[in-house]
């Protein structure tokens, strides 16, 4: 989803000092900062769950999953 197209909303999020670190990192190495990476990893985690939770309900749907 192009950011652009979305509309967004500020929260506050505690994580440890060494994730912010990692994050910085990588904003720094993409060009980005620190909100984009965050999205990027949360629409990512997001991609995978939704992938799984469909694989396991196609599973249990055709019987595969017994």
């Not at 994050?23 to 799984?52: C, F, M, P, Q, W």
Request: aromatic share 2%; with cysteine; glycine share 6%.
């Amino acid at each position: 989803m192009k950011e652009e197209e979305c509309k967004t909303e500020r929260k506050t999020l505690h994580l440890p000092i060494d994730t912010i670190k990692a994050l910085e990192k990588l904003a720094a190495k993409n060009g980005t900062d620190l909100s984009k990476e965050i999205r990027h990893a949360i629409d990512a985690y997001l991609d995978v769950s939704v992938t799984a939770e469909n694989i396991n309900m196609i599973h249990g749907a055709s019987g595969q999953g017994k």
